[in-house]
């Protein structure tokens, strides 16, 4: 059922979902979500964004956001409800600098045998022989 309700032309037209299908699922054609219990932080910044994202079809169907509505009041008090919790914050982004650093010197280091893979170029052959490159472990 998850499958097809992605499909605009197939049934399910409506999704009753009571847990967990916010993470990984991607249904662009999702238009409208109907909130009915509690949710905070991430799991809410997943439902708005699960149902936000644009979408267009081959027959000029378009959807550049979607609609959340919201039976319990979630949004009545936003600022509470995304108030992350600061320990979990922390321990996502107490390494931050770590990472930035180790970005910067890979960047320095490996850059150049990358781009060479470019030549300079960029046209739809280019990016194919790009994947071509990284689907080969050994590269």
């Keep these: 059922m998850r499958k097809l309700f992605t499909e605009r032309d197939q049934t399910p037209k409506i999704l009753i979902v009571t847990e967990k ?3 990984g699922f991607g249904a662009p054609i999702l238009y409208c979500m109907y909130l009915d219990k509690p949710m905070r932080d991430h799991t809410l910044l997943q439902a708005i964004s699960r149902v936000n994202r644009p979408f267009e079809d081959e027959s000029e169907v378009k959807k550049s956001s979607g609609l959340v509505v919201d039976f319990i009041g979630i949004f009545d008090n936003l600022q ?3 108030a992350f919790d600061s320990d979990i914050i922390g321990s996502v982004i107490k390494n931050l600098n770590v990472l930035k650093e180790r970005f910067e010197s890979l960047i320095k280091t490996e850059a150049n ?4 893979i470019l030549n300079g170029r960029s046209n739809d052959k280019t990016i194919g022989n790009v994947i071509d490159t990284f689907k080969d472990r050994q590269k």
């Design 21 to 23: 299908l916010l993470t």
């Design 113 to 116: 045998n990358y781009l060479q």
């Design 80 to 82: 509470k409800a995304l």
